[in-house]
């Protein structure tokens, strides 16, 4: 038997059109610009973001977290307390962060 040469016929490839690739990244470069804005105007509340990052830290790291407003509190009352102003000055917390609360006799 005997068999005829064939020649291999290579077609030519095509060159890949990407040209939508380049305003797919715009799009996409845009949208990133637009959410980093909206947040960057947003308000950030200390308390709630620290009460979140904590939540998520004992959570996934199952550690527990000490927050940096419970650290200052704790500082604020024991100067409140070595002063011997614990009649006249009040610390505690709201949602807002730390609440300090004088009387008037501690002004004057």
Do not use: C, H
Request: aromatic share 8%.
């Amino acid at each position: 038997m005997a068999r005829g040469k064939r020649r291999l016929q290579f077609k030519e490839e095509e060159p890949v059109n990407e040209d939508w690739l380049a305003t797919y990244a715009d799009a996409i470069t845009l949208l990133m610009a637009f959410f980093v804005m909206l947040v960057s105007f947003s308000k950030v509340e200390i308390p709630m973001f620290e009460k979140v990052q904590a939540g998520i830290a004992e959570q996934i790291g199952k550690r527990e977290v000490v927050r940096p407003t419970q650290v200052l509190e704790t500082d604020l009352r024991d100067v409140v307390f070595n002063m011997a102003l614990d009649s006249a000055v009040n610390v505690s917390t709201d949602d807002e962060g730390i609440l300090m609360e004088m009387g008037s006799a501690s002004l004057f």
